[in-house]
């Protein structure tokens, strides 16, 4: 195993408990795909990790020590996994949800979800795809009942995204509870899945009164999981709004499998800003607006990233907001904090009377480095504006 001596501030870094690597903070480093020893600049022991380049760093800590890693090594973190998601394996109200998640249970570069009988596993980089072997036979010792699974590839290099992995073909598409709601999912359909399951408890809220009564507007919608979520909750009607033409069908698919009738419950495939524009010539308004956007986005005619632009969606939600209604303020992106994103939502709101009144983060499933702000990916906040 190759030696690494490290930089002070990437020394820092590493004892606070940052397990992903910046490449800034290894200059010149020409070791690639490969498990390495990382050193102080006083030959202090401070870890094992392994280098791969991926979307998100160029490798990951998984130890504060040397050791083998072999089968039971992924045993073991697996069976500790399960015992932190001791809830979500008992219930029959929720069969999605994330069992394995990156640093957060010990090693990054690594997600498995279940889906029913059913595990997806996502390879975030190269090293540990070559590993998967290992890795799916430590995972069908701990997880012996999963009847198969596929894979997503999350990095570039292979001439697929997505594949059968082991055991009984999932079918095309089929159904999974969450909150005891239906949602259509397929498992082997590029890099999407139907659903993103991170958002559980934001969808718990729809359907446990915050839309009660209410008109919803679910902007970047996808397959509408929102709105579906607002439906059960009691809402009598609800706008789906997305840029992608497959959304409309994808989206009608949950409602179908729920019994909800469609009628008051309009689809439209349009960008989200247009949208806006439509709203606003029709007289159109709404009780709750959900703004839940990719990252970065880019169509014909402009882009859009969550670091800058996130306050453009707020301010125009806010004229399309009925009295006293509430704004879901959502982002995935983890090069945005909660703080910077909370600057650009108060930037958006502008002279706007508004009160914060729920937070969200990952949900337990989703377990995260509590060291590292940046592995709390999710910031979702309700506010209620006051007009």
């Known amino acids: 195993m190759h030696t690494l001596k490290v930089s002070r501030f990437a020394e820092k870094k590493i004892k606070q408990g940052i397990c992903v690597l910046d490449g800034r903070d290894f200059e010149g480093l020409d070791l690639e795909d490969s498990f390495v020893t990382l ?6 022991i401070l870890g094992q990790a392994y280098l791969s380049q991926q979307n998100k760093g160029i490798g990951w ?21 399960l015992q932190k998601r001791h809830s979500f394996a008992n219930s029959d109200l929720t069969t999605a949800y994330r069992v394995f998640n990156q640093d957060g249970d010990g090693f990054g570069g690594l997600t498995i979800d279940l889906y029913n009988e059913y595990a997806l ?27 198969g699974a596929n894979e997503k590839i999350r990095f570039k290099g292979l001439d697929y995204e997505s594949a059968h992995l082991y055991g009984q073909e999932a079918p095309e598409t089929f159904l999974i509870q969450e909150n005891g709601i239906s949602y259509q999912v397929f498992l082997n359909d590029g890099l999407m899945t139907g659903i993103f399951l991170d958002q559980h408890e934001v969808r718990g809220s729809l359907m446990d009164g915050l839309a009660a009564g209410k008109s919803l507007l679910n902007m970047f919608s996808y397959t509408a999981a929102f709105s579906v979520a607002a439906a059960m909750g009691g809402a009598p009607e609800t706008t789906s709004v997305d840029l992608a033409k497959r959304s409309r069908e994808l989206s009608q698919v949950h409602f179908e499998a729920n019994g909800l009738p469609i009628e008051n419950h309009k689809f439209v495939v349009m960008d989200v800003f247009d949208y806006y524009k439509y709203a606003k010539r029709h007289g159109l ?7 839940d956007p990719p990252s970065f986005a880019r169509n014909k005619k402009a882009t859009f990233s969550v670091a800058k632009d996130y306050h453009r969606l707020i301010t125009e939600a806010v004229d399309i907001l009925n009295p006293n209604g509430i704004i879901i303020a959502s982002t995935n992106a983890s090069n945005v904090n909660r703080a910077k994103f909370k600057q650009q939502v108060e930037k958006g709101m502008g002279q706007k009377n508004y009160r914060y009144l729920t937070e969200y983060g990952l949900p337990s499933d989703f377990v995260f480095n509590k060291n590292d702000e940046s592995s709390n990916y999710l910031k979702v906040f309700t506010i209620e504006v006051e007009k």
Not at 72 to 81: G, H, P, R
Not at 285 to 291: A, E, G, Q
């Open 285 to 291: 308004t709404y009780d709750v607006i959900v703004l």
């Open 121 to 147: 596993f996502s390879w975030y980089n190269s090293f540990i795809y070559s590993l998967k072997d290992m890795i799916v036979a430590a995972f069908k010792a701990v997880y012996p009942q999963i009847m």
């Open 39 to 44: 050193v102080s600049g006083k030959n202090e």
């Open 61 to 81: 800590l998984i130890s504060d020590r040397p050791q083998k890693i072999n089968q039971t090594f992924f045993e073991a973190l697996f069976e500790k996994a």
